[in-house]
């Protein structure tokens, strides 16, 4: 039965403010609550699915990042995946990973792994860089299909829903494949306590990129990041007339 390997990024969480760091080179990440990339929840959620469905034998979530990734995976272990693998990768080195680096990790492993599926969230809410999915199956040389709305399995593969600028597109694939997770493919279930305690049981592989004979050398430099730009407060105008000489006075009209 298939194996399905499953990228699980630890990001800051989404109802986090983000701050730049004074040098502006980053963001503040220190001290910051992290949570697993939205999408990636959909992703396992999906994994969950095709194993209670009987279509999935084992799943092995996948992180890349610092020990602290750690702790995604271990979420992921909760919600039903049954092992992991950490690539670590340390935390300075991380900042200037890019998806590129993290597709050749997450190929190479879907190899050695003997991954029949490989299920990747449509984009990182950090970077929002939407490339690993594409990349991972351009590294391999496998079908994509990438923003799944909904997937089922047909004899000769896998049927799939796919979301597009003003509608659904609907494709046929064969696995082994790549599939990026969109936002309506699922509802991701909540980690109960009993398997979070279960969790802390199953088998978690560390490895690094070396060890899987990836090159992590940074191929961009970050030359500035900065906060987008602080709106403009509105102004309460008393008649058509104030508002068109305002409209005017901007040089609007
Ligand atoms: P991105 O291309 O960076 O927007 O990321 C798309 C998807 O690739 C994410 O939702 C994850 O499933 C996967 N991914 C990206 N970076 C990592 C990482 N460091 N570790 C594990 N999976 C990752």
Redesign the pocket.
């Known amino acids: 039965m298939a194996r399905v390997l499953?990228?699980?990024?630890?990001v800051i969480d989404y109802a986090v403010k983000v701050r730049v760091k004074p040098e502006k080179n980053g963001v503040v990440t220190q001290g910051v609550k992290h949570s697993m990339?939205p999408?990636?929840e959909i992703?396992v959620e999906e994994a969950v699915k095709l194993k209670e469905k009987k279509l999935a034998g084992e799943i092995v979530a996948?992180?890349?990042?610092p020990t602290q990734?750690q702790e995604?995976i271990r979420t992921a272990l909760a919600m039903g995946a049954d092992r992991g693998i950490h690539?670590e990768?340390p935390a300075a080195e991380?900042e200037l990973?890019?998806?590129v680096h993290?597709?050749k990790?997450?190929a190479k492993l879907a190899l050695d792994e003997k991954a029949d599926l490989v299920?990747?969230?449509?984009?990182?809410?950090?970077?929002?860089?939407?490339?690993?999915?594409?990349?991972?199956a351009a590294v391999l040389d496998w079908p994509q299909a990438t923003f799944c709305n909904k997937v089922e399995k047909t004899d000769a593969g896998l049927t799939i829903v796919r979301e597009i600028d003003g509608g659904l597109e609907t494709i046929k694939t064969k696995t082994p494949a790549v599939l990026?997770?969109d936002l309506r493919l699922n509802t991701p279930r909540y980690a109960t306590l009993p398997n979070i305690m279960k969790a802390k049981k199953k088998p978690l592989k560390k490895v690094t990129p070396k060890d899987l004979g990836v090159d992590t050398t940074p191929r961009i430099e970050v030359i500035s990041v900065e906060d987008p730009p602080v709106r403009q407060a509105g102004a309460v105008v008393a008649d058509v007339d104030a508002l068109v000489a305002k409209l005017k006075e901007g040089g609007h009209i």
Do not use: C, E, H
């Open positions: 499953v990228g699980v990024k630890r990339n999408f990636d992703a996948v992180s890349v990042g990734s995604v690539v990768v991380y990973l890019q998806p993290v597709s990790i997450l299920i990747l969230g449509k984009q990182a809410i950090d970077d929002d860089a939407n490339q690993t999915a594409q990349m991972t990026s997770a």
